[in-house]
C-alpha cells in the first residue's frame, strides 16, 4: 500500500537475501589501463544491504560508488556498486570479490577471478 506522498508499507515481507553478480571490465576499457568491475545486487530486502569490495582479501572503499536502492514491483530492492581499479591493479588482484551484508545476517559473497576473464 502507498500512503499520502509515496510512504510505502509493505506487509509480511521478512528479510530476503539478494541475489549479486559480478560483471568484469570490458576489454576497451583494459587497452586504457583502467579497470571498472560492476556488482548488480537485485531481489533484496529490507533496503538497508550494503555492498562493499574485497581486493585480494583486503576489504576497499578506494574507488567505490555505490547507486541508492531502487524498489521493485515486486516489493524488492535492487542496487549496483562499481568498484575502479588499474589495469594493474586488476591483474594482480587475484581475486575480487562483491559482498552484501546486512547486520544479524550472513554475508552474501559473489567473487570474480581476474585470470579467468576472458582476453
Not at 510505502?8 to 570490458?26: A, C, D, E, F, W
Request: charged share 15%; hydrophobic share 30%.
Amino acid at each position: 500500500w502507498t500512503f499520502g506522498g509515496g510512504t510505502k508499507l509493505i506487509v509480511g515481507s521478512g528479510v530476503v537475501r539478494p541475489t549479486l553478480t559480478v560483471l568484469p571490465p570490458s576489454k576497451e576499457e583494459d587497452k586504457q589501463s583502467s579497470a571498472t568491475v560492476v556488482c548488480l545486487a537485485t531481489g533484496g530486502f529490507p533496503s538497508n544491504w550494503n555492498l562493499g569490495w574485497k581486493v585480494g582479501s583486503t576489504s576497499t572503499s578506494s574507488g567505490v560508488s555505490t547507486s541508492l536502492e531502487v524498489l521493485g514491483t515486486d516489493g524488492r530492492y535492487s542496487w549496483s556498486s562499481t568498484l575502479s581499479l588499474s589495469a594493474v591493479q586488476w591483474k594482480k588482484a587475484g581475486s575480487v570479490s562483491c559482498e552484501a551484508s546486512l547486520s544479524g545476517q550472513s554475508p552474501v559473497t559473489q567473487t570474480l577471478d581476474p585470470d579467468h576473464c576472458s582476453e
